[in-house]
């Protein structure tokens, strides 16, 4: 069973700027798929971060990403992307790409936890 496969993590200070990448080729061509990020820093819960309905590409977004986090994709690489501005230590964590077949009211960043189409993961660790 094919997985996302997420890529782009690493290390940057506070203020500063990365683009996760998530390689989901099996997914960004179904109109009936939702797709998105969620992420998990150590000792907390997940949290769905961005979300982005396939069928027409209306995205959402947790509160606290709001404004500084783009989801996109490009069909032609067959690939998501997260844009991450401004980070914040408190944006330290796992980020997880996941996809589902799910009906557009359920394409939020809350129900990406719940997708079975997930991958390993990519580190973001933010530093102050």
């Known amino acids: 069973q094919a997985h996302p496969v997420e890529s782009g993590g690493g290390s940057v200070q506070a203020g500063g700027s990365l683009r996760l990448s998530c390689a989901a080729s099996?997914?960004?061509?179904?109109?009936?798929?939702?797709i998105g990020w969620f992420r998990q820093a150590p000792g907390k819960g997940r949290e769905g971060v961005a979300s982005l309905y396939i069928a027409d590409g209306s995205t959402n977004y947790a509160d606290f990403v709001q404004g500084r986090f783009t989801i996109s994709r490009d069909n032609t690489k067959s690939t998501l992307y997260l844009q991450m501005n401004n980070l914040k230590p408190e944006d330290s964590a796992m980020y997880y790409c996941a996809a589902a077949r799910r009906a557009k009211k359920f394409c939020v960043p809350r129900q990406l936890m719940a997708f079975e189409f997930r991958g390993q993961g990519t580190q973001l660790t933010v530093s102050s």
């Open positions: 099996e997914w960004l061509d179904d109109s009936n798929f939702c």
